[in-house]
């Protein structure tokens, strides 16, 4: 069935630090998987996404690898600032469907 | 470029009332995606609009209804509230809503409604 597990469900770290979140996904063929950040009282925001016919993607300070073969993908945040402080949300497309299947989401706590 | 603008903000309802949710989707987006997040369920999927038309339905009962009118903007409307359907209610819309690219999805700020 289509599922998305994530962990962890909270991570605390010291500012710059980095900070890596993972998820699972179950549908082989899934092919694209964004990542989201959800700040207070705001919806969801890209921050980051994957496609499956690539094994990693760097912008900045935000990586994501995906391993197809195991059905794994991570968020990788480098040299951690205040303001990454979010809940953060991994998600899996529906082969045949405009949908996404989400994780249960990371409340990321950076720590002056 | 305006994104994507939810209405209203906050609702709050009692049990069997019914609601009807707003959302207009970024210019030039014509897929238009619900989706309900709750602190226990996550976020979880609704339905999907394109031209009109509903292409795709998650697993809610027939209580939750949608539509979508020829400028794109779509509504949603939950009959015979129950306690449980509080939620925050988001919309998300992407250009053509292609699911074979995949296409991204931009979310609104959401609705959030309570039920007494």
């Known amino acids: 069935g289509e599922n998305v597990e994530q962990h962890p469900s909270t991570l605390s770290v010291q500012e710059g630090d980095s900070a890596v979140i993972k998820c699972t996904y179950s549908d082989s063929a899934s092919n694209y998987f964004p990542w989201y950040k959800q700040e207070l009282g705001k919806g969801p925001q890209l921050i980051i996404d994957i496609r499956s016919n690539v094994g990693e993607k760097k912008d900045q300070r935000i990586a994501v690898t995906l391993n197809k073969t195991a059905k794994h993908f991570s968020l990788h945040i480098t040299e951690t600032q205040p303001e990454d402080s979010a809940v953060y949300f991994c998600a899996a497309s529906i082969p045949g469907a405009q949908k996404l299947v989400f994780g249960q989401g990371t409340r990321l706590t950076i720590n002056p | 470029k305006a994104g994507v603008t939810q209405t209203p903000r906050y609702l709050i309802k009692t049990r069997g009332q019914q609601v009807t949710l707003s959302c207009s989707p970024i210019s030039g987006h014509r897929s238009v995606s619900w989706y309900q997040q709750t602190p226990g369920q996550g976020l979880q999927f609704l339905f999907e609009?394109?031209?009109?038309?509903?292409?795709n339905k998650g697993n809610f009962p027939g209580r939750f209804s949608g539509r979508q009118f020829s400028n794109s903007r779509s509504e949603m409307n939950v009959s015979t509230l129950e306690l449980g359907d509080s939620a925050l209610y988001l919309c998300?819309?992407?250009?053509?809503?292609?699911?074979?690219?995949?296409?991204?999805?931009?979310f609104g700020p959401g609705t959030r409604l309570l039920v007494l």
């Open positions: 609009y394109f031209s009109e038309t509903q292409r």
């Open positions: 998300a819309s992407s250009l053509k809503g292609s699911p074979v690219t995949q296409e991204t999805q931009y």
